[in-house]
């Protein structure tokens, strides 16, 4: 049995997330940690810790969840069966739904399980009826949060009257979700009372070569930058026993970097059974090989156990780095305008503006984004000039806002009501935006991958607030991209964007920076007569200060 031989001497992170009895507890990190196992392991536990009804039986009820019925078998199902072997506990009866009964011979436990996928309405009303003592959620990225959130109210409630203050909850594992799920909040935004995290370590680590070993510079976990190494004694199962062996470390390349595997990532010991006898630290390893082919997005979601965004195309500003560029709290200067970059063209129903500052120093701040779905400009500027009321109200008192910078369509006359979009919004808003300098789309991504290539002493050429701005940040990090084309032989992309949520709020931005000053940067000649001028740093500065 698994769950009699299984080891925790080298995952303290499982560890401790398989003893954890809050009310909902998750366990997040990459792929082949080892989240499963500890994880379906707490049904047995749970069932042993419930007070004994009457009769002396200690019975419960749990819901195995999963977003599909081939993952539920192909995958969640496999790796319970291994814990809960049929020779040992009984078959599962696979109905709708899946029902599994728990009943050691000799014991007083009763444990049913019910295996339920989400692909099916009928399964789903099943899962939102039953009264459970709690629920596990298999890679809960795949499962919408109403689901997740109906399930608290599921658990606590089987068999209420033969027994008292028995536990009670929800838990789940997953790879960390894109940057905006719904699970990125709880986890590190506005975390919900009696929920508890627990993050494992990263699978790869990013390093600089250093002669016969490596040098960790991961921006992504500064816990671990400065540390060198040329070997590491880590665990590996070796002839059916676990053993501490020194294994030279290895760099290997992928996605135009240096990489290493991480000596302190959990579930080493497991996954060096694979390939008994090999170094579990290097190219040959698990995470090795999977290394090989990937992009950085993938690197860093499914490898590290970064919240990023997966995107199958070409993102348009490569260059955005979300951990560099990206913050959590970024400081409102005082004293210097808000901007706007706005994208409304000609009769769009989608219009998206972004609040932004300019440091002195040339440094550019996205503070806050103001994106509408299926509105038109007169309730778009309403949205814009709340939003700087708001959020900027020493501004507006100071005459510090109004000024931008949009789609040079937006100059244009409606055809119907004879008004262009910057008239209206001047006129009935006190928005000036003009004209961008230009409406090149090249020049207009340039605008943005120039000031993500520019350190300025020490500082980042782009700083954009993750929290106030998550549809630029999203867009950013590869959901605005070039689309992957189907055709056979070398990869090819579309010319142009593919055009969806994050688009609009990231052309808005490369309007607003060309306004700026990034056309001027660029070489462009404005047919304005205005020159945004040159920014170079010439002495230290902090844009937190």
Same mark, same amino acid.
């Given at each position: 049995m698994v769950s009699q031989t299984w080891t925790y001497e080298s995952s303290p992170v499982a560890w401790a997330y398989k003893q954890d009895r809050a009310f909902a507890s998750f366990i997040i990190g990459p792929v082949g940690s080892g989240k499963s196992v500890p994880s379906l392991?707490?049904?047995?536990?749970?069932?042993?810790?419930?007070?004994?009804?009457?009769?002396?039986?200690?019975?419960?009820?749990?819901?195995?969840?999963?977003?599909?019925?081939?993952?539920?078998?192909?995958?969640?199902?496999?790796?319970?069966?291994?814990?809960?072997?049929?020779?040992?506990?009984?078959?599962?009866?696979?109905?709708?739904?899946?029902?599994?009964?728990?009943?050691?011979?000799?014991?007083?436990?009763?444990?049913?399980?019910?295996?339920?996928?989400?692909?099916?309405?009928?399964?789903v009303k099943k899962l939102l009826s039953l009264e459970l003592t709690g629920a596990f959620i298999n890679e809960m990225r795949e499962v919408p949060r109403s689901v997740v959130t109906r399930l608290t109210e599921r658990v606590g409630r089987f068999a209420l009257n033969e027994r008292s203050s028995t536990w009670s909850g929800i838990w789940g594992d997953t790879n960390p979700p894109d940057a905006d799920h719904w699970l990125y909040g709880w986890h590190h935004r506005d975390t919900p009372e009696g929920y508890s995290f627990h993050q494992q370590p990263p699978g790869v680590l990013e390093v600089r070569p250093l002669g016969g070993g490596a040098e960790v510079t991961d921006e992504n976990f500064p816990d671990y930058q400065g540390i060198r190494l040329t070997s590491a004694e880590v665990l590996i199962w070796y002839r059916g026993k676990v053993r501490r062996v020194d294994c030279p470390i290895e760099v290997i390349r992928a996605a135009e970097r240096f990489w290493i595997v991480n000596p302190w990532q959990e579930n080493l010991v497991a996954l060096s059974r694979v390939d008994a006898g090999s170094n579990p630290l290097g190219a040959r390893s698990y995470y090795g090989r999977a290394l090989a082919g990937k992009t950085l997005e993938e690197i860093q979601s499914y490898l590290q156990g970064v919240y990023t965004f997966v995107t199958d195309g070409r993102r348009v500003v490569p260059q955005y780095n979300g951990q560099v560029h990206g913050v959590d709290h970024l400081p409102v200067m005082p004293d210097e305008p808000i901007y706007i970059g706005a994208d409304i063209g000609g009769g769009t129903l989608q219009p998206s503006a972004l609040l932004f500052q300019r440091h002195p120093k040339g440094v550019l701040l996205a503070h806050r984004e103001v994106v509408c779905f299926d509105m038109g400009i007169k309730r778009f500027g309403e949205l814009v000039g709340e939003a700087l009321v708001k959020h900027f109200p020493e501004h507006v008192a100071k005459g510090l806002t109004g000024k931008g910078w949009g789609d040079p369509a937006g100059g244009k006359r409606d055809e119907i009501f004879e008004t262009a979009?910057?008239?209206?919004?001047?006129?009935?808003?006190?928005?000036?935006?003009?004209?961008?300098?230009?409406? %090149?789309?090249?020049?207009?991504?340039?605008?943005? @991958?120039?000031?993500?290539?520019?350190?300025? *002493?020490?500082?980042?050429?782009?700083?954009?607030?993750?929290?106030?701005?998550?549809?630029?940040?999203?867009?950013?990090?590869?959901?605005?991209?070039?689309?992957?084309?189907?055709?056979?032989?070398?990869?090819?992309?579309?010319?142009?964007?593919?055009?969806?949520?994050?688009s609009h709020i990231c052309d808005g931005a490369g309007y607003g920076f060309l306004g700026v000053g990034e056309f001027d940067r660029?070489?462009?000649?404005?047919? %304005?007569?205005?020159?945004?001028?040159?920014?170079? @740093?010439?002495?230290?500065?902090?844009?937190? *200060?």
């Open positions: 392991q707490r049904i047995l536990d749970l069932g042993q810790e419930q007070a004994a009804s009457p009769d002396g039986k200690r019975r419960s009820r749990f819901a195995v969840v999963r977003n599909t019925m081939p993952e539920l078998r192909s995958t969640t199902a496999v790796t319970y069966q291994q814990i809960y072997p049929a020779d040992a506990f009984g078959e599962i009866i696979w109905r709708s739904p899946a029902t599994h009964m728990i009943e050691p011979r000799g014991s007083d436990l009763e444990i049913e399980v019910n295996l339920i996928a989400l692909d099916k309405p009928k399964d979009s910057f008239d209206w919004l001047r006129t009935q808003h006190g928005i000036n935006l003009e004209p961008a300098p230009t409406q %090149d789309p090249k020049m207009r991504f340039a605008a943005i @991958a120039g000031p993500c290539e520019r350190m300025i *002493d020490g500082k980042p050429g782009l700083l954009v607030n993750k929290r106030n701005c998550p549809m630029l940040h999203k867009g950013l990090m590869g959901a605005w991209h070039f689309k992957r084309l189907a055709v056979s032989g070398e990869d090819r992309f579309a010319d142009k964007p593919s055009k969806n949520d994050e660029l070489g462009g000649r404005r047919t %304005d007569g205005q020159g945004g001028g040159s920014f170079q @740093a010439d002495g230290d500065f902090d844009v937190f *200060d």
